[in-house]
T-cell receptor, first 114, second 114 residues
Framework: KAGVTQTPRYLIKTRGQQVTLSCSPI?????VSWYQQTPGQGLQFLFE???????NKGNFPGRFSGRQFSNSRSEMNVSTLELGDSALYLC?????????????FGEGSRLTVL | AQSVTQPDIHITVSEGASLELRCNYS??????LFWYVQSPGQGLQLLLK??????LVQGIKGFEAEFKRSQSSFNLRKPSVHWSDAAEYFC????????????FGTGTRLQVTL
């Protein structure tokens, strides 16, 4: 059974640009969550999507957005990149329909903003 | 608001020695508690979880954790550490119904000496 797949694994952008990251969940999982991991702030919850609807949201500015498609694949977008957006972005999928299941994480997309 | 404290940033143990990683949480109701492990350049892997019931939970790779409500703790233990256990360990807390929105501790980096 394939795990959570994130693309791209590594990318470099410059300030002011935008970036789109993709996540394919485990087959059958309908919940997809996104986390940002930085050395200074640690792991922080961005948002969760379930059945194409945002179900939960963290405390990030509106520059961070996401969406989920009918096949449960998800994308997150960061517009007007700042240096502080450099981070490992982790996607996680869950089988649970009630938000109580365990999360299965991908290997992440490492974004560097210059 | 929920929070997690991992007081030990870095721990070094000898291979074969026992291990205990500390985790204290703050949450108003019965929490959902998790331990994840992250190897360099990798995503997070779930070691074990506590939702309810028996306060001593068994996980993968020989790890166990004990939920102590009176101490607001969920410490991770392993009786004999292997060199391959060297990694970063994260404790996390979630709420019922929104368990995809995890609050993580800052992590404990485990070094294993041979």
């Amino acid at each position: 059974k394939a795990g959570v797949t994130q693309t791209p694994r590594y990318l470099i952008k410059t300030r002011g640009q935008q970036v789109t990251l993709s996540c394919s969940p485990i087959s059958g999982h309908r919940s997809v969550s996104w986390y940002q991991q930085t050395p200074g702030q640690g792991l922080q919850f961005l948002f969760e999507y379930f059945s194409e609807t945002q179900r939960n949201k963290g405390n990030f500015p509106g520059r961070f957005s996401g969406r989920q498609f009918s096949n449960s694949r998800s994308e997150m977008n960061v517009s007007t990149l700042e240096l502080g957006d450099s981070a490992l972005y982790l996607c996680a999928s869950s089988l649970s329909t009630r938000g109580t299941g365990e999360l299965f994480f991908g290997e992440g997309s490492r974004l560097t903003v210059l | 608001a929920q929070s997690v404290t991992q007081p030990d940033i870095h721990i070094t143990v000898s291979e074969g020695a026992s291990l205990e990683l500390r985790c204290n949480y703050s949450y108003g109701a019965t929490p959902y508690l998790f331990w994840y492990v992250q190897s360099p350049g990798q995503g997070l892997q779930l070691l074990l979880k506590y939702f309810s019931g028996d306060t001593l939970v068994q996980g993968i790779k020989g790890f166990e954790a004990e939920f102590k409500r009176s101490q607001s703790s969920f410490n991770l233990r392993k009786p004999s550490v292997h060199w391959s256990d060297a990694a970063e360990y994260f404790c996390a807390v979630g709420a019922a119904g929104t368990a995809s929105k995890l609050t993580f501790g800052t992590g404990t980096r485990l070094q294993v000496t041979l």
